[in-house]
């Protein structure tokens, strides 16, 4: 049990950077999980993946935004290889399942990092929910069980995550996102969906989702142009 697998990296960064490898934390229950936008991230025994690998990007992180959404990537390719085909991403690092998410990434780091950064990167996804757990997020949820009907083994599917993560940082620490940009684009719930998009300001925006930039920023076009926007939450737009 652990408080978070996040925050036992940040923690113990130094200790695994000395050694050179890619640490994995994986945690059977979270006491004080984290999720987005300082939200909490319930999870409860046994009904969850939870865990944070560390790694060493060997270049100073230009786009971390970006990083996350070639997580997401990873985690898509291999629900679908799964044959789990109607698992989406929503911009920028929810996977869904018909509008009700039942995973979320979080990445952290020290962005002053000057010759490499180390990023950890923080999964977590939803086997079995527990009811009175669904009840305390603000939003829709779901779970693997409601969306396959069966309970699927937690360590295989740790396993092919890490398997694809490894390969698909590399990817992207020799490319940058751009390879991964298309395929993104297809697993996103919203694309060329008229959407509202909540900024922290509380303004909302307006417009069609005409995919992401490289920087992993979401562009919309809006009655007054084409905009790129590095934060907020999507929602889509009531029909008129
Ligand atoms: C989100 O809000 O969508 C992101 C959720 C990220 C949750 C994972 S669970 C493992 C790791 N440790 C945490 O405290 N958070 C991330």
């Given at each position: 049990?652990l408080?978070s697998?996040?925050?036992?990296l ?6 695994y950077?000395?050694?050179?490898t890619i ?8 006491t004080?999980?984290?999720g ?11 009904g969850c ?9 060997k270049?100073?992180i ?9 997580v ?8 679908r ?6 698992v ?9 399942y ?10 952290e780091?020290?962005?002053?990092e000057q ?6 990167i ?42 694809e ?9 020799n490319y ?8 993104w684009q297809s697993?996103?719930?919203y ?5 509202v ?31 790129n926007?590095?934060?907020g ?5 009531a029909?008129?």
């Amino acid at each position: 049990m652990l408080d978070s697998t996040n925050s036992y990296l940040i923690r113990n960064k130094s200790v695994y950077l000395k050694h050179g490898t890619i640490p994995v934390i994986v945690s059977e229950l979270q006491t004080k999980g984290r999720g987005t936008s300082n939200r909490n991230w319930f999870s409860n025994l046994g009904g969850c993946l939870t865990f944070s690998i560390l790694w060493q990007y060997k270049h100073k992180i230009q786009h971390l935004p970006s990083l996350g959404l070639v997580v997401g990537v990873s985690l898509i390719r291999v629900f679908r290889n799964l044959a789990l085909t109607s698992v989406h991403l929503k911009w920028p690092n929810d996977l869904l399942y018909k509008n009700k998410k039942f995973g979320g990434i979080l990445i952290e780091c020290n962005t002053n990092e000057q010759i490499s950064t180390a990023v950890i990167i923080g999964i977590g996804v939803n086997f079995k929910l527990s009811s009175n757990l669904a009840s305390l997020v603000d939003y829709a949820v779901t779970d693997l069980y409601e969306i396959t009907g069966y309970m699927l083994d937690r360590n295989q599917i740790l396993a092919l995550f890490l398997i694809e993560l490894r390969h698909v940082l590399n990817t992207f620490e020799n490319y940058g996102f751009h390879v991964f940009r298309n395929e993104w684009q297809s697993y996103h719930i919203y694309q060329g969906q008229n959407i509202v998009l909540r900024l922290p300001n509380r303004l909302n925006v307006e417009g069609i989702v005409d995919g992401v930039q490289d920087d992993g920023s979401l562009t919309l076009i809006t009655s007054s142009g084409r905009k790129n926007f590095n934060v907020g939450e999507i929602s889509l737009r009531a029909k008129s």
